[in-house]
């Protein structure tokens, strides 16, 4: 399998990437691996890799957050468990159980949301619970670390004797305290205590007169700290009890340690697994931290679109000056494999190979990039740079002697799988020359079905770029108003240098900059104003495009505002609707209820008014369906929050009507007479008549081919016959 050249990694400035994410790592071995990072060519082991990263990462946002998985190293303790009769320290067994718990707590969690983490659980394959580690070292070991008493019989016994041992050597220590001091054989301090031992501190004209054993003396010699006898004779079965206590404590360390010698292979995995977990969680970190993602990655479609692609380092640097970052899109695909990057120099052109390189080597090292979500990617077997000036001063090289021998590697490994990365193709030698051999380098790559970026500033590769199918010119905008870079690429067209321009925003004499036109050719003048001028034009309608966009959003923002009103209007129209249908039923039952009062009333008859209220009253049930407490409860409320919202709305209603009767009415016009012989037209007609008489508000029009009669209400009047005459 290929390997990603180390010069590619130095030119794209990727252990800097490193350096980032490995600050994220909460333990000394996942940033140690964070650091050996290397991209990886084997596209299965990259998914994977990825899509572990990324369920990490949306861990963070939401509620399933993984646990922990903080642990202390345990591979020093491997080389022991290995060696017969050997016996690990009192602290390994904690480190080794701790570490055995976070594991367990790991493998519970993933199991349990295996769904949402599919990738992560796939980790724990080798990996099952394992409880009687922690049960074996909570047996033998306390929480505060020390071997527990009744670890075993023996050292239950042992540690009884010599706490009884210790009351009797107090009680006898205690007795010659007060013995000696009666006698005034004891300094004033009357006591001290020597290798953890208590002492008499005996004057030293008295040192005969005490029984004991000497165990020192004062600087001066004034004082002797003397061990009384009887707590010598003890203090020295206590020593004998603490170093079978010792044997005892040895005995039990071994016998755990043959425990756990069995489980040497499940604690490899189980460190294996803690590390990986680590260096996972410290990418999907360093993610959220730049806003990386995962893109969509396909080894068929061969594409490479970055859209809202940024340069993590750069980002990283502007976020803490508070600078604005410019992200980049680019496509790479099978019918623009290669993209020839021209414009003026510090527009941009080197940030945009470093951040397509870059951002390529991140993906297959594992690392979410920051670009849109709808990125694509595909992965390289092999990503090849050649980026900035790089003279050999060991081996008396020059940057074009340099650039050649890199070229010569190139050529060697390129391939379809390959992406290409060059900066200033050509220069360093004879504009003319260079120029030449770095179209037939470029050709050659063009017919291996590379894929790759180069940026330049000669014209006879932006013209190759032209010229076949699979190859594109692209330029990074420049602002031609101030003559300063928009940080932009715009496909499709070549872009011009402004050598003039900047040279002459820049302070240069105005004859010096005319002297130089004339020097070269008009051709290549003339060529690279059309260019600048394609440049301004593509700017002016850019604008435009934007401020016609804006106007869409804003005109569907509209739209879907007057939609929403109309639905409310319709569900507001439909609830009337609903209500003025009950309150017309209503009204026609309470006719017929006041009929049958009337007669009631008419013939004081019960029977018959009865009859007529039980058969209304079966009619309207026959209507109504049966409907459950609740519906009843809700469609009662339901109409009496409509019946006040109607109630509302009327009172506004009457409100404005009472202020429109209050207000003036502007007098109407009076409308002009119409008489005999004047010219005349219906209101909604064109066809001029004339009046030949009026007889009760009818007037008789003549249209020369015929005459009809008309209210003199739908006649308006065109000319006069005053006028006319």
Request: net charge positive; proline share 3%; glycine share 4%.
């Given at each position: 399998m290929p390997k990603i050249p180390e010069k590619t990694l130095e030119d794209l400035e990727y252990k800097d990437v490193l350096h980032q994410c490995a600050a994220f790592a909460i333990t000394p071995l996942g940033k140690a691996e964070i650091l050996a990072l290397k991209p990886q060519t084997d596209s299965e082991h990259v998914l994977t890799t990825?899509?572990?990263?990324?369920?990490?990462?949306?861990?963070?946002?939401?509620?399933?957050?993984?646990?922990?998985?903080?642990?202390?190293?345990?591979?020093?303790?491997?080389?022991?468990?290995?060696?017969?009769?050997?016996?690990?320290e009192l602290e390994a067994f904690?480190?080794?159980?701790?570490?055995?718990?976070?594991?367990?707590?790991?493998?519970?969690?993933?199991?349990?949301?295996?769904?949402?983490?599919?990738?992560?659980?796939l980790l724990t394959a080798d990996l099952e619970e394992e409880n009687e580690i922690k049960l074996a070292v909570d047996r033998v070991i306390d929480r505060f670390g020390e071997v527990r008493n009744d670890a075993s019989e023996a050292l239950f016994q042992i540690r009884k004797q010599m706490q009884q041992l210790r009351g009797k050597i107090s009680s006898s220590f205690n007795k010659a305290l007060s013995h000696y001091s009666g006698a005034d054989y004891l300094d004033d301090i009357r006591e001290s205590v020597v290798d953890n031992r208590r002492v008499l501190a005996v004057k030293a004209m008295h040192r005969r007169k005490v029984k004991g054993a000497i165990l020192g003396s004062s600087k001066t010699g004034s004082?002797?700290?003397?061990?009384?006898?009887?707590?010598?004779?003890?203090?020295?079965?206590?020593?004998?009890?603490?170093?079978e206590e010792g044997e005892e404590i040895k005995k039990i360390l071994?016998?755990?340690?043959?425990?756990?010698?069995?489980?040497?292979?499940?604690?490899?995995?189980?460190?294996?697994?803690?590390?990986?977990?680590?260096?996972?969680?410290?990418?999907?970190?360093?993610?959220?931290?730049?806003?990386?993602?995962?893109?969509?990655?396909?080894?068929?479609?061969?594409?490479?679109?970055?859209?809202?692609?940024?340069?993590?380092?750069?980002?990283?640097?502007?976020?803490?000056?508070?600078?604005?970052?410019?992200?980049?899109?680019?496509?790479?695909?099978?019918?623009?494999?290669?993209?020839?990057?021209?414009?003026?120099?510090?527009?941009?052109?080197?940030?945009?190979?470093?951040?397509?390189?870059?951002?390529?080597?991140?993906?297959?090292?594992?690392?979410?990039?920051?670009?849109?979500?709808?990125?694509?990617?595909?992965?390289?077997?092999?990503?090849?740079?050649?980026?900035?000036?790089?003279?050999?001063?060991?081996?008396?090289l020059s940057t074009y002697s340099y650039r050649l021998k890199n070229m010569k590697q190139f050529l060697k490994k390129c391939d379809a799988s390959t992406l290409f990365l060059i900066d200033e193709f050509g220069t360093g030698s004879d504009p003319e020359l260079g120029g030449a051999l770095?179209?037939?380098?470029?050709?050659?790559?063009?017919?291996?079905?590379?894929?790759?970026?180069?940026?330049?500033?000669?014209?006879?590769?932006?013209?190759?770029?032209?010229?076949?199918?699979?190859?594109?010119?692209?330029?990074?905008?420049?602002?031609?108003?101030?003559?300063e870079p928009v940080f932009r690429l715009i496909m499709g067209e070549a872009g011009s240098s402004f050598t003039f321009e900047v040279a002459q925003k820049n302070g240069l004499p105005f004859n010096l900059i005319n002297r130089a036109k004339k020097k070269i050719e008009r051709g290549k003048v003339r060529f690279d104003a059309t260019i600048a001028k394609l440049q301004k034009e593509r700017a002016t309608m850019m604008k435009i495009e934007k401020s016609l966009k804006a106007q869409e959003i804003k005109i569907k923002g509209e739209s879907e505002k007057m939609e929403n009103l109309n639905a409310k209007l319709k569900a507001k129209l439909s609830g009337y609707q609903e209500l003025f249908d009950h309150n017309q039923r209503m009204i026609v039952l309470g006719n017929k209820l006041n009929e049958a009062a009337e007669r009631f009333f008419t013939s004081n008859k019960k029977r018959p008014l009865v009859a007529e209220l039980l058969r209304l009253v079966e009619t309207e049930n026959a209507k109504r369906k049966r409907k459950s407490a609740a519906v009843a409860k809700k469609e009662r409320e339901e109409k009496k929050?409509?019946?006040?919202?109607?109630?509302?709305?009327?009172?506004?209603?009457?409100?404005?009507?009472?202020?429109?009767?209050?207000?003036?009415?502007?007098?109407?016009?009076?409308?002009?007479?119409?008489?005999?012989?004047?010219?005349?037209r219906l209101y909604d007609g064109r066809a001029v008549g004339t009046i030949d008489a009026i007889e009760k508000q009818k007037a008789i029009v003549n249209y020369g081919a015929f005459t009809t009669q008309v209210n003199l209400d739908l006649l308006t009047l065109v000319k006069t016959a005053k006028k006319s005459k």
């Amino acid at each position: 399998m290929p390997k990603i050249p180390e010069k590619t990694l130095e030119d794209l400035e990727y252990k800097d990437v490193l350096h980032q994410c490995a600050a994220f790592a909460i333990t000394p071995l996942g940033k140690a691996e964070i650091l050996a990072l290397k991209p990886q060519t084997d596209s299965e082991h990259v998914l994977t890799t990825l899509e572990r990263t990324s369920e990490y990462r949306a861990s963070f946002d939401n509620e399933n957050r993984i646990p922990n998985h903080g642990f202390e190293d345990t591979a020093p303790y491997f080389q022991l468990l290995k060696i017969e009769n050997s016996v690990l320290e009192l602290e390994a067994f904690r480190i080794l159980a701790r570490a055995t718990e976070t594991t367990n707590t790991l493998l519970a969690f993933l199991k349990k949301f295996k769904t949402y983490y599919p990738s992560l659980f796939l980790l724990t394959a080798d990996l099952e619970e394992e409880n009687e580690i922690k049960l074996a070292v909570d047996r033998v070991i306390d929480r505060f670390g020390e071997v527990r008493n009744d670890a075993s019989e023996a050292l239950f016994q042992i540690r009884k004797q010599m706490q009884q041992l210790r009351g009797k050597i107090s009680s006898s220590f205690n007795k010659a305290l007060s013995h000696y001091s009666g006698a005034d054989y004891l300094d004033d301090i009357r006591e001290s205590v020597v290798d953890n031992r208590r002492v008499l501190a005996v004057k030293a004209m008295h040192r005969r007169k005490v029984k004991g054993a000497i165990l020192g003396s004062s600087k001066t010699g004034s004082i002797v700290f003397i061990e009384p006898e009887a707590t010598h004779i003890q203090t020295r079965e206590l020593n004998n009890l603490t170093f079978e206590e010792g044997e005892e404590i040895k005995k039990i360390l071994s016998q755990l340690t043959d425990l756990f010698r069995p489980y040497l292979p499940y604690f490899k995995l189980q460190h294996a697994f803690l590390v990986e977990m680590d260096v996972i969680y410290s990418k999907a970190r360093y993610a959220q931290e730049i806003e990386g993602v995962l893109p969509k990655i396909d080894q068929e479609e061969r594409v490479v679109s970055f859209k809202k692609a940024y340069h993590p380092l750069l980002l990283q640097a502007h976020k803490l000056e508070n600078k604005v970052t410019h992200p980049q899109d680019i496509t790479l695909d099978t019918e623009h494999r290669i993209i020839v990057i021209s414009g003026p120099n510090a527009g941009g052109k080197s940030i945009t190979l470093k951040t397509v390189g870059l951002l390529q080597l991140m993906l297959q090292s594992g690392l979410l990039i920051p670009v849109h979500e709808r990125s694509k990617a595909t992965l390289f077997s092999q990503v090849l740079t050649d980026i900035g000036d790089n003279q050999s001063i060991e081996n008396h090289l020059s940057t074009y002697s340099y650039r050649l021998k890199n070229m010569k590697q190139f050529l060697k490994k390129c391939d379809a799988s390959t992406l290409f990365l060059i900066d200033e193709f050509g220069t360093g030698s004879d504009p003319e020359l260079g120029g030449a051999l770095a179209e037939v380098i470029l050709e050659d790559f063009y017919e291996r079905n590379a894929y790759g970026l180069i940026t330049t500033h000669y014209s006879n590769l932006k013209a190759l770029a032209n010229e076949l199918p699979a190859m594109t010119n692209a330029n990074m905008q420049f602002n031609n108003q101030t003559l300063e870079p928009v940080f932009r690429l715009i496909m499709g067209e070549a872009g011009s240098s402004f050598t003039f321009e900047v040279a002459q925003k820049n302070g240069l004499p105005f004859n010096l900059i005319n002297r130089a036109k004339k020097k070269i050719e008009r051709g290549k003048v003339r060529f690279d104003a059309t260019i600048a001028k394609l440049q301004k034009e593509r700017a002016t309608m850019m604008k435009i495009e934007k401020s016609l966009k804006a106007q869409e959003i804003k005109i569907k923002g509209e739209s879907e505002k007057m939609e929403n009103l109309n639905a409310k209007l319709k569900a507001k129209l439909s609830g009337y609707q609903e209500l003025f249908d009950h309150n017309q039923r209503m009204i026609v039952l309470g006719n017929k209820l006041n009929e049958a009062a009337e007669r009631f009333f008419t013939s004081n008859k019960k029977r018959p008014l009865v009859a007529e209220l039980l058969r209304l009253v079966e009619t309207e049930n026959a209507k109504r369906k049966r409907k459950s407490a609740a519906v009843a409860k809700k469609e009662r409320e339901e109409k009496k929050k409509l019946d006040a919202q109607v109630k509302k709305e009327l009172v506004q209603v009457r409100k404005e009507r009472k202020k429109e009767k209050k207000q003036p009415q502007q007098p109407e016009k009076p409308k002009p007479i119409i008489a005999v012989g004047d010219q005349v037209r219906l209101y909604d007609g064109r066809a001029v008549g004339t009046i030949d008489a009026i007889e009760k508000q009818k007037a008789i029009v003549n249209y020369g081919a015929f005459t009809t009669q008309v209210n003199l209400d739908l006649l308006t009047l065109v000319k006069t016959a005053k006028k006319s005459k």
